[in-house]
């Protein structure tokens, strides 16, 4: 049976969150101290696994020709992931399933983080399931179809600095190519002559009180009936696929994260409306915390042509309140020759979300990863995000945004076990 993710060289290479798992003879300090369970020698089906992470990047914004700001930072970008898996034959063709993920700061704590751990709310995937002949079904945080079909399973450089989610070549935002499905029930169906069909829902009504810190469903990322739909096809090389997503949001609804789309260049380096990375909605043409819809739907086709791999995807994104809906589209090429795999990746997005604004945003990214035996690799790269038709309504709402230019060179290095 089919998975969200099943192809190893992706996993190893371009996957986010599935990569092969070796089996787990002792749980190490580490493991026992995160999870508190006993030593996992002694359970039959017990797996475990993970991926670390270490990047380091030199970022420059300009703007009319004058550098904003510049730097050099050193990230995890989100790669860095700890995981058990247990599977459990049952009889009658049935296989018990349960997964938990926990995201882990390979080069420790940022931001606002007070741990090497991310919260623990929608920090990773997490389930419990049942599989068989009619495929599978998961209870739990769960990998969405819409991110994990084409997606961040084709955006090679994904999970550093020159990813396309977010930096104009593929949509953010938890209802975009981020995050994880939170209350939610997710369906696959087993193949049929190359079709692979995957559904996930969520029946989580909670109440809400305007997001606030005793409510605990601010921290949701999906209930009211949000869903996300694909379908996809693979054979003879191809891989063609459609997927859908749709979020409501109820009057006073606080968990609604609008996709995320960078509209300008400020003192701080990209722009998203609402504050970095936040959500995409101005509160004075649509409120995106109160009774705002979204639903995004994106196609992307894909062809092997032996080691080189060539692929495209477009997104329409469409947020009530919003005349013209969003689009991304994608291009990427890859190869493998020996240990190197050289990555080609170009993008576009066009938004006319503020009034009487085009904005367009460009992006070009490319590099090689270098692989050795047993999942380590290295990696380095360019990437230019260029952005343009940024308007006064936009630095009226987002001060600080202008047109300009953001340049990011990277390398880093990654294990996974």
Known sequence: MQRLVVNQKENILFGEEAVPIMKCKALTAAVSAVLVVVPMAAVAGVKIGGMAQGEIGYWKDTSKGVVQSQGTNMLDNGRGRLWIEADQK?????????????KVNTVGQQGFDTSPFAPLSDAGEKYVGLKGAFGSIELGNIASPYKYTGGVMWDAFVTTDLQARGNGGMSGGVFGQNGFMSNSILYQSPDF????????????????NNGTATNPAANLTAQHGDYAAAMQWKALG?????????ASAPGGDQTFKPYVTPIGVGPDGLVYAEGSNSGKASPTIVDAFHAATQNNTKFGVKYNFGPVAVMGQVENLQTSGEANPTRDYFLGIDGAAGHWTPVLQLGDTTDKYFPGTDIKVSYVAVGTFYNFKKGFSLYGGYRRTHITGVSSAVASAEPGASNGTQSVFSIGMRKVF
């Open 90 to 102: 049952l009889g009658y063709g049935l296989t018990g399933m349960a997964y938990y993920m926990l």
């Open 238 to 246: 191809w891989s063609i696929f459609v997927a859908r997503d749709h």
């Open 193 to 208: 002559s190359g079709f692979h069909v995957a559904f996930a829902y969520s029946p989580m009504n909670a109440g809400v």
